[in-house]
């Protein structure tokens, strides 16, 4: 693991062309484990967003430009011109907009579980969810409900601990939570970026998630060009995880046949 350019990040180089991994918003790099695990043989990249684990964030406001910046600085950092890039939730939405900006130098992109064409009540959701965090009201508990299947919890008590410990922040931790948060909260989906990917991108969701739903990752796809989609049955927002085989068998087909 380093810390260079302010970045946490732990790049494993075993000569491949990399897959660059960027988690959700509240969380960090570490929930990728299942994902370096299965995928050791192939360099992977996975890092701290702005804001979030080890790497600080100072200024007011977080932008969309903030993460793409970063992105684009640590993979420069690293010599790395070409790579695979996976993202989630928030990261999803970054991996798009950096897409957009950067496609070259993309062999090809997976979003799991991301936001599309969100209707009012589903952005008010996030939104009252966002003012409760502002409040200091706990919403921890609530996340996990909406990130995991209440039968995989019972199974899996340690995850739901390291979870918890995971979103249980000091105040700046919070602050910065609070930054991203609502920048997932109110972002709004621009056309204008879908239509300048053509990058052949996977796009997956789980069946069951609340917030991530199948319907939006089935619009996206019908609105971005050479892209595909795949639902992962029984489980919900952070199927990375939950279903982390089948997850993980989709994308090193996707990858494998770029």
């Known amino acids: 693991m380093s810390l260079n350019n302010q970045n946490h990040y732990t790049f494993i180089n075993n000569k491949t062309v990399p897959i660059v991994f960027i988690h959700g918003v509240g969380l960090d790099s570490k929930m990728w484990a299942p994902q370096i695990n299965y995928f050791k043989d192939y360099s992977t990249i996975t890092y701290d967003l702005l804001g979030h684990g080890k790497t600080p964030f100072k200024k007011e406001e977080i932008k969309m430009k903030d993460y793409v910046d970063q992105l684009l600085s ?4 690293l010599g790395v011109n070409k790579f695979h890039l996976v993202g989630f939730s928030l990261g999803s939405l970054i991996a798009l907009n950096f897409a957009a900006d950067f496609q070259k130098k993309l062999n090809s992109l997976t979003l799991i579980a991301t936001t599309y064409k969100r209707t009012e009540n589903q952005r008010k959701e996030v939104i009252d969810r966002v003012n409760l965090a502002k409040l200091n009201k706990p919403i921890s508990q609530l996340a996990l409900k909406r990130w995991f299947t209440d039968k995989y919890l019972e199974k899996n008590p340690k995850v739901y601990e390291e979870f918890m410990k995971i979103l249980t922040k000091d105040t700046e ?25 053509n990058t052949k991108t996977l796009i997956m969701t789980g069946s069951s998630d609340p917030g991530s739903t199948p319907e939006m990752s089935k619009k996206l796809s019908n609105d971005l060009n050479n892209s595909s ?30």
């Open 229 to 258: 989609y795949t639902e992962i049955n029984n489980c919900k927002h952070l199927c990375s995880i939950e279903c982390a085989d089948d997850v993980n068998i989709n994308i090193k087909k996707f990858i494998e046949n770029v």
């Open 74 to 77: 640590l993979t420069e950092l």
């Open 173 to 197: 931790g919070q602050q910065n939570f609070i930054k991203a948060y609502e920048l997932f909260a109110y972002y709004n989906d621009d056309i204008e970026i879908i239509k300048k990917i």
